[in-house]
């Protein structure tokens, strides 16, 4: 089982950051090339990243999205039957352009007036969806 877990701040061993974005009104979800299912942008840090830096990056590779605000929502973490914690930094986006995906892991960008209700359609049914409630809490 996963536990989730929030923090007001990401921490400085941060692996990954998770962008809840909207665009138009809509949620911004991403589906991978090589699966089927949907997920928030987001993905690895990279050497010497800030967390706003990979935010940031991550949102533009994965969405297209040229114009957009940015708003930390501070950290969280994800441990696996009480093992050690992976942590994150987690982002609200307002994208306000997109231009064309960029040719890198994404397939497509999809635009939902509400997130998939269905565990099955989520790419990280354990977590995403935590991270999703806790930026609309934020918001």
């Known amino acids: 089982m996963r536990t989730v877990r929030f923090y007001p701040e990401a921490a400085a061993d941060f692996k990954y950051a998770v962008i809840a ?65 992976t942590f994150g930094a987690l982002y609200f986006a307002e994208i306000e352009e997109l231009e064309a995906l960029p040719p890198f892991e994404m397939a497509e960008i999809r635009l939902l007036a509400a997130p998939p209700s269905e565990r099955s359609r989520w790419t990280y049914p354990d977590i995403q969806p935590l991270l999703l409630q806790k930026a609309q809490q934020a918001r």
Request: proline content about 6%; some cysteine.
């Open 21 to 85: 974005a909207r665009y138009e009104g809509k949620w911004v979800f991403c589906r991978h090339k090589s699966r089927q299912t949907l997920e928030l942008p987001g993905g690895h840090r990279e050497p010497g990243e800030s967390p706003e830096e990979t935010a940031r990056r991550e949102l533009r590779e994965e969405t297209g999205a040229v114009r957009f605000q940015l708003v930390p929502l501070g950290g969280y973490s994800v441990s696996e039957n009480g093992a050690s914690e």
